[in-house]
């Protein structure tokens, strides 16, 4: 069965280093997206990524957060220069519609000290 | 924007027991509503969901009702098992827009 993968699973960096998160959405979907999960708190909504640009943000995703589709296959999260409060877990997700399914990845921890 | 709350934040239950996690939503534009279940160190999984023409649908255990009206909908397992133990989340979506906003999450504990 398809699956999203990301890259890395854990990542500790340091405050204000920048750190890129990778996913591998399932082949023929079109629609990819990035979450976020505080440590005890709700799954958080990031972006959504359609047809090479960003169809919607949060208020979360500010001018340190950006998404690229750099090749066709990677979707790319990054984050210019980390906060203490950017650990969290980041999940991407795809689908093969815009009212479809959404399809997790197993998500990527990230720890900033 | 929609916003949505969960209930109760952990539940646990003897095996064999039903277990009942509650959502409501603020937003009646909404017409989409997925749970999701997440075991500890795994991704979420769709298990179910519903949309907003439907009261009730059922998939073996698991079932969920919506009330329109009242803006919330529930999951419910029945018989269930140590291997339903995980987080289990509700979710929403507004028409028209294909981002899923969460709840908190319900950590389900089950007894053997």
């Known amino acids: 069965e398809p699956e999203v993968t990301q890259t890395p699973s854990h990542q500790v960096t340091q405050m204000g280093q920048e750190v890129i998160l990778r996913c591998v959405p399932i082949?023929?979907?079109?629609?990819f997206y990035w979450y976020r999960q505080i440590l005890g708190q709700k799954v958080e909504f990031l972006v959504s990524?359609?047809?090479?640009?960003?169809?919607?943000k949060s208020e979360i995703f500010d001018d340190q957060f950006s998404v690229e589709r750099p090749d066709g296959s990677n979707f790319t999260l990054k984050i210019r220069s980390t906060k203490l409060e950017d650990s969290a877990m980041y999940f991407c997700?795809?689908?093969?519609?815009?009212?479809?399914?959404?399809?997790f990845g197993e998500g990527s921890r990230l720890t900033v000290l | 924007g929609e916003n949505v709350e969960q209930h109760p934040s952990t539940l646990s239950v003897q095996e064999g027991d039903s277990a009942v996690i509650k959502c409501t939503y603020s937003?009646?534009?909404?017409?989409?509503f997925p749970w999701y279940k997440q075991e500890l160190g795994k991704r979420p999984q769709l298990i179910i969901d519903?949309?907003?023409?439907?009261g009730e649908k059922k998939d073996q255990r698991i079932a969920v009702t919506l009330n329109k009206t009242a803006k919330h909908f529930s999951l419910h397992i029945t018989e269930t098992q140590p291997e339903d133990s995980a987080v289990y989340f509700c979710?929403?979506?507004?028409?028209?827009?294909?981002?899923?906003?969460f709840g908190k999450g319900t950590m389900l504990l089950v007894s053997p």
């Open positions: 997700a795809s689908s093969h519609r815009e009212a479809g399914e959404l399809f």
């Open positions: 082949s023929n979907h079109l629609y």
């Open positions: 990524f359609y047809n090479n640009e960003i169809s919607e």
């Open positions: 937003d009646s534009a909404s017409n989409y």
């Open positions: 519903i949309r907003s023409n439907v």
């Open positions: 979710a929403a979506r507004l028409s028209g827009y294909s981002t899923l906003t």
